[in-house]
């Protein structure tokens, strides 16, 4: 889906939502953000190439997103500034750099406003919201072949010693059980920096069965940690009678596995996983529930799951949950949410549109 993204950052609904209905229908991205700090995280999970920011933001935060943007060094989206009056702050700015537009604002000038902001972005989508960005794209997927071909070599190759060697040494089944682990660290490391930089090309959807999806991560996951399935208690409750959705059977693999590694690294001994699978004829929704009785998340920590390079943990990327939310929310139209209560548990839930992708998108922690 290779198309301009706009964040609209706004707390009057009344200007978001139908703006952000408009844009969709013309075959932007659109997402709403209420304040700055909900901006700039989203930002950090995605580059945007826009972004529509009302200056009268509550608190004065329009004024602050809008220097925050402007100093980004990853990143520079264009600007759009509605609501500003003030004549001293356009004087300030960057001439040319920056449109404006006040409220009302109606529809042929919104897009109008908007396509020419784009325009001198270059023609590919994405790409000019960041200059490093692009570069790291390119370098990355280099640098992890060029990782993973010897890592392949030395899994395969600890595998046949294992079988000549005599591991009732201890020290030799020690080395072995390390070279193993170490192994399947850095893939998996290398795996989820590959999946956050690597660029959207050639999505495909199809037809995809979340409870097939749900039980090959299950397996993948059990590969990951061969000694759980005598520790953790794995439940599986998965509604027969789901429809198949439109999606990408990969990145939704990716998403289920992502959130599957979480909670087993969080349980310990009895520790328990559920995945549940439902259907909600209603909202015509898929909801997909994978629920630990592991260490649960301090609160303070909650804000910040989705944010790249959040982690708690020594080895942690802190990319697996901001994967997550671009497959579901960016890329899938779905909602990814989080329950926990630190020393009970953590619930993850996901819900996915059944029907054609629809323009809902988003993520919480609570
Ligand atoms: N099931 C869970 N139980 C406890 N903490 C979790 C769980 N899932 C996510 N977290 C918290 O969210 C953080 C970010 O997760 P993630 O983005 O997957 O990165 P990483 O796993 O590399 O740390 C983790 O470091 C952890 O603190
Ligand atoms: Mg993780």
Redesign the pocket.
Known sequence: MNRFSILIVDQDLKFADPAAKLLREQGYAVRVARDGPAALEMIAGLPVDLVLVNFRLSGGGGRELVERLLNRYTGSPKIIIIDCDDGGIRAELPPGEIAFLSKPVGNDVLLETVRNSLKTKGSVPGEGSSERFAALENFFPFLAHEIRNPLHAIGGAVTILEKRLDLKDEVVDRSVRIIKEEVEYLSGFVQECLDFVRPQLRRRLTDVDVNEVAEVAIGVVSYIFPGAPGKTQLVKDFDPHIPKIPANYEELKRAFL?ILK??F??VGEGGRVAIRTKFAPGPGLVEVSFS?N????KKE?LQN?FTPF????LR???????ICRRIIAENHGGEISIR?EEGAG?T?KIELPAGAKSPRGGSRAI
Request: hydrophobic share 30%; no cysteine.
């Open positions: 992502n979480n909670s690294e969080a630990d592991g260490t649960g998340i920590n799951l959040f982690t708690t943990k942690g990327t802190g990319l697996g949950l901001a926990s953590t993850v």
